[in-house]
């Protein structure tokens, strides 16, 4: 029987692909982006807590009210935003999900879509399973920052939305307030969409803020905002994640989303809600700085060379030029293979393969998973394998 087609992408993710080749090799995994050290216990008490304490229902298809109010009082103390906890907040099983959601609430067949590249890889698939056509946007090197004039050029009278992220999965790049007003300039008057992809918005360094486009009150009437909780309490097998959106969206948002999924795990919802719900949270963001900040240094006593340090996220972009001319997808598979360290090629964040023989490292791991792995990469001398 002949299946269709639904979308471009062919083959299974690069984040599976290299974690089963890091397995295979009895690799240290610095390729997808998951933490190795363990989740505060206290949130893990509170997880058996839910389950012995009787939450293993079905939660309302919106999500727990006490988890969505713990989340708009969050977004209330740390970004100044007013939030409808009832009207505005969707919990979805990941961000993942939630960007599929918003996509399919809004987009119709022949519909235009801006992403911009290197973008993390599930827009585009999602994109076009609704139909729609993604058009893309090379970000500018060095630096990888956004260049507007190339956006206004690609805005047509198709294009139903654009999707952004910051900070930025695979750069670490973060958006700086201009450029919200940037993107604001180029909307408005229009009927454009936006996707505001903001998992890491905790994972921000050297005292730079994260400016939500929650805070942008015009961009705000415009947006869906998707969140992760996996990236910024570092336990991203319990696929919870949330959308933020006006009242209106978030109707179109949960009519996909309650025939999708209905509802979401409700002792992982419980535990996570009432752990918000404390005065004091852990500083997310200065561990993830320390860990970045021990990772370039490692490095240093490498042939890789760092073009930027990243601002945000879990991942540091660097170039083996010194090392190696083979293909990136090679080079990172090669290095998984001979040297014991699993990498993402950054090719695969662009739908044309674009190669600049660059790789991205996670370094969401405990200080002794990164020194054994830079111990490995060490070996590696300028010009090995020319
Ligand atoms: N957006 C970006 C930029 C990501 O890197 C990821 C990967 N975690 C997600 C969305 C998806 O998050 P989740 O694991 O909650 O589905
Ligand atoms: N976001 C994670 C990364 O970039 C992976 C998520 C996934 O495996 N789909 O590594």
């Known amino acids: 029987m002949q299946l269709p087609q639904k979308h471009s992408a062919t083959g299974t993710t690069i984040f599976t692909v290299m974690s089963a080749l890091a397995q295979q090799h009895n690799a240290i995994n610095l390729s997808q982006g998951f933490p190795d050290f363990a989740i505060d216990a206290k949130l893990g008490q509170l997880l058996e807590e839910a389950a ?63 992403v911009l590249e290197p973008a993390y890889d599930s827009y585009i698939p999602n994109i076009e399973t609704n139909g729609a056509r993604a058009i893309i946007v090379p970000l500018s090197s060095p630096g990888f920052s956004v260049d507007w004039n190339l956006v206004k050029d690609a805005i047509s009278d198709k294009t139903k939305a654009i999707i952004i992220n910051t900070p930025h999965n695979p750069t670490g790049a973060v958006w700086a307030k201009e450029d919200w007003d940037q ?56 696929k919870i994640g949330y959308c933020i959106a006006p009242p209106a969206f978030t109707d179109a948002f949960r009519r996909i989303h309650q025939f999708l999924c209905f509802s979401v795990n409700t002792p992982a919802q419980y535990a996570i809600g009432t752990y918000l719900s404390q005065p004091v949270l852990p500083d997310v963001g200065a561990l993830m700085q320390q860990k ?78 990164l020194k054994a792995a830079v111990d490995k990469l060490k070996a590696l001398k300028p010009a090995t394998v020319l």
């Open 183 to 238: 993107l604001a300039d180029l909307v408005r008057g229009t009927d454009i969409f936006i996707l505001s992809d903001e998992v890491y918005e905790q994972l921000i360094f050297d005292g730079m803020p994260h400016y939500t486009v929650l805070q942008h009150e015009e961009l705000r009437q415009r947006s869906f905002a998707l969140y992760s909780f996996g990236k910024v309490f570092n336990n991203t097998g319990w």
């Open 52 to 114: 012995q304490g009787g939450w293993n229902q079905y939660s309302p298809m919106p999500g727990l009210p006490m988890l969505r109010q713990a989340i708009a009082k969050d977004f209330e103390r740390r970004y100044g935003v007013s939030i409808d906890a009832d009207k505005e907040v969707t919990i979805t099983p990941g961000a993942t999900y939630a960007i599929y959601t918003a996509f399919t609430s809004i987009l119709e067949p022949g519909d235009e879509v801006i």
């Open 292 to 369: 970045r900040n021990y990772f370039l240094d490692l490095l240093k006593d490498t042939a890789f060379t760092i073009h930027q340090p990243a601002a945000g996220s879990y991942f540091q972009i660097a170039g083996y030029e010194q090392i190696s001319d083979l293909p990136d997808t090679d080079f990172a598979k090669w290095l998984t293979q001979e040297y014991g360290v699993a990498t993402i090629p950054v090719s695969a964040f662009y739908s044309n393969k674009k190669d600049d023989k660059l790789i991205r490292f996670c370094f969401a791991k405990k200080e002794e998973t």
